[in-house]
């Protein structure tokens, strides 16, 4: 009993100790980004790598969520009468909360795995120490491209996906069930307003995108420099991710409506 | 790292596309617009505008000419709509608005019909002429109001 008792408040210090070292890690990226030279040639190189490399499955998800929710919304509409407003419906929920929240998700999976393994291989095989002898600070030139291109990508890789699945809404609603195509586009044009359903869309996917580059680094230069270390750590990277993902989600939506 | 010209460039499209995304998703969907010079800025004052949102389309003979910029509570608590329509238009000062509804419970928008005069409307000027919006419950409460009135005269004649 009393053994449980420790187990659980040796846990939550962790828990509270990988917090506050979370946090200093952020100041150490915050810090390079602001005093250090940017380095644009390795940014880019992630922005392909995180983004154009993302770029398929983003986009088929998309379409694949959009045609879903045209037929379920089709079908619960259309008990209602009220088939026509499916653009509203397809529209604002993958504005406001599928496609951000969906998009994060599948970059956890698809970059923000490679990210903590890539760095993770490189605490192994003592790739950062080499470059610290160097003189080189490893959090300015692996970390902070890094961080920065998954900032830089969400909002991009989100607005994607919504189009694809607006256009998937469109194909099953419209071409297959028959709703009036004027219809679902006047829906919603009329329903999706920029400052309450874009933007708030766009601030979701870049607190996303700031989230998942953070854990995927700080689990990445954290690993501990055996193969088993890195791979443990690509697995708690999506998992931590996901579920800082979904609570972020609900705080962000309850804080700020959107 | 070394500069490759494949890649930089599909980088390039990548941002590209995405600008064009947001972009698209921005104004065209999401009704964003620059506030530059404006269309033909008119508002007019009513009784009751029974659920009409900013945005609303504001029509005449069914064709959309511009749509509802703001509604707010005049000073005598009358609603004051500020309509937006296209500077192109001439109407003249005795035209009316009224706000009407598409379909028996569809949207809410305003609909202009145009006078006769020879004085046009100018931007920041009053629509003076307005239909509030009908309330169906209303409509509906008063004719079973009426109806009872009838049956009780009728009650009446026959003692």
Redesign the interface.
Known sequence: MANAVQDLGWAATRFVETLGQMTAFAGNIGRAVVTRPARYRLWVDELFKLGVLSLVIICVCGLAVGMVLGLQGYTTLSRFGAAESLGAVVGLSLLRELGPVLTALLATGRAGSATTAEIGTMVATEQLDGLRMLSVDPIHFVVTPKALAMIAVMPILSTLFILCGIGGGYLVGVELMGVDGGNYMSSLRSNVTFRDDVAGSLLKAVIFGALVGLIATYRGYTARPTSAGVSSATTSTVVIASVAILISDYAITALWGV | ?T?SPT??F??G???L???A??G???V?????NYSGPGGLLLYAVFDETGGLKP???VSISGVKVGQVTSIRLNDDFRARVEIDVDRSLELPVDSTASIVTSGLLG?RFVALSVGGDDQLLRSGDEIGFTESAVILERLIGKFIHNADLDSNQEGGKGE
């Open positions: 790292m500069r890649r930089d599909l980088v499209c990548f941002v596309a995405g600008l995304a947001i698209y998703l921005s065209s969907i999401g009704g964003l945005r609303a389309p949207d």
